[in-house]
């Protein structure tokens, strides 16, 4: 980890799984938001909210988890949506990746329950 305790929690909010990410996320917990992930599209609600707007920092190791999500969320027919608003060092890695269109993203995570 990078600096700050991060935390990844599961919350179940009307039709949605809400991952929320808090504090500085990189490979070491990156496991730990892949098994949410997989969990959450595996027969779970038919929408997953990721909640970005709680982490200034993610690294490759979880932009990686993000992206096998949105691919196991469309194999299954499920929606999956990136919540903000994004920090700039968040931001920045799916814009320079060029990840950022493979992902539907909302301004705030009670948009992103409904868009």
């Known amino acids: 980890m990078t600096?700050?305790?991060?935390v990844v929690t599961t919350t179940a909010e009307r039709d949605?799984?809400?991952i929320s990410?808090?504090?500085?996320v990189d490979e070491d917990d990156a496991p730990?938001?892949?098994?949410?992930?997989a969990q959450a599209s595996e027969g779970g609600p038919p929408r997953t909210v990721v909640d970005l707007s709680g982490t200034p920092f993610v690294d490759?190791?979880?932009?990686?988890?993000?992206?096998a999500a949105?691919?196991?969320h469309e194999a299954a027919g499920s929606v999956f949506v990136l919540?903000?608003?994004l920090?700039?060092?968040v931001r920045r890695l799916l814009d320079v990746t060029g990840a950022a269109p493979a992902f539907r993203m909302a301004d705030s995570l009670a948009t992103a329950m409904t868009c």
């Open 3 to 6: 600096g700050g305790e991060a």
């Open 16 to 18: 949605a799984t809400v």
């Open 21 to 24: 990410l808090h504090g500085e």
């Open 32 to 37: 730990l938001l892949a098994r949410a992930l």
């Open 60 to 67: 490759s190791s979880v932009l990686h988890a993000l992206l």
């Open 70 to 72: 949105q691919r196991a």
């Open 83 to 85: 919540a903000g608003p």
């Open 87 to 89: 920090h700039t060092a």
